[in-house]
């Protein structure tokens, strides 16, 4: 079971995501909520990096979150930006809001997380109004799963320099259930200053073959458009394992 982030793993975990991307998820997400006009709900929304620029374009969506630390880090930034996003506190495969969303989204690989996939998307499903749209990224993790990345054994994953000039960095180390399809993820973080901080955790993911997913998707009563690769509705991902990319893959789902 993975763990919530906390302490230092949330507070960096913007920082190493920025390094890696732009937020591009943000666009994605903006044109899907124009297709389902309504309430919304971003399912694992961290500290607000994806909501916050969401709410400023005007959307109506609110964020249900796991991590206390990630929710008081998502306040503390919205009140920044003088928003009042309204937040949910509570697991992604259980939660109930007594209301139901005209589409949820559930950005950077926050789904294969969860321990039951079937059980959240009819979760998930139970929560969308007819015609709802789910918004789901996810990646398969093709450098560990084709050794590009030492199985085993501890590795540089990020390192930056804040704004402050204190170094930040976070070691991981990894172990591949194969017959399972889960990838364990030990991580070391690390804060340089006056006070060096240290954080570890672990997270347990599970990955799914594309066309795998796209069943379970319809499987579960969601109607999918065929995905696209490495946040590029460009690269429509027919036959994801012909194609040479990073391993990141965006559905766009409708319940029915």
């Not at 991590?67 to 697991?91: N, Q, W, Y």
């Not at 590029?232 to 893959?249: H, K, V």
Request: overall charge negative.
């Amino acid at each position: 079971m993975s763990q919530p982030y906390e302490s230092l793993e949330a507070e960096l975990h913007d920082h190493f995501w920025a390094a890696e991307d732009e937020d591009s998820e943000v666009a994605l997400m903006a044109a899907f909520l124009k297709c389902h006009p309504g309430p919304a709900l971003e399912v694992g929304s961290g500290s607000g990096r994806l909501l916050l620029p969401l709410l400023e374009m005007g959307f109506e969506i609110e964020g249900l979150e796991l991590s206390t630390d990630m929710l008081k880090l998502c306040r503390d930034h919205a009140a920044r930006r003088e928003l009042r996003p309204v937040l949910h506190h509570g697991d992604m495969t259980s939660w109930r809001p007594g209301r139901q969303y005209a589409s949820i989204l559930a950005p950077a690989f926050t789904f294969q997380l969860g321990p039951k996939p079937e059980a959240t998307l009819r979760h998930w499903h139970s929560l969308l109004e007819d015609s709802g749209g789910l918004y789901l990224t996810i990646f398969v993790p093709y450098a560990e799963l084709l050794g590009e990345l030492p199985e085993g054994e501890w590795y540089r994953d990020h390192s930056m320099t804040l704004n402050d000039g204190r170094k930040a960095w976070v070691e991981t180390r990894h172990r591949l259930d194969r017959p399972h399809r889960l990838l364990r993820r030990e991580h070391r973080y690390h804060l340089t200053g006056s006070v060096p901080r240290f954080h570890e955790s672990v997270q347990m993911l599970r990955w799914f073959e594309p066309s795998e997913m796209r069943a379970l998707l319809e499987q579960c009563g969601f109607r999918t458009t065929t995905p696209f690769a490495d946040f590029d509705p460009r690269q429509i991902a027919e036959d994801p394992n012909r194609m040479d990319f990073d391993g990141i893959l965006t559905y766009q789902a409708t319940k029915v």
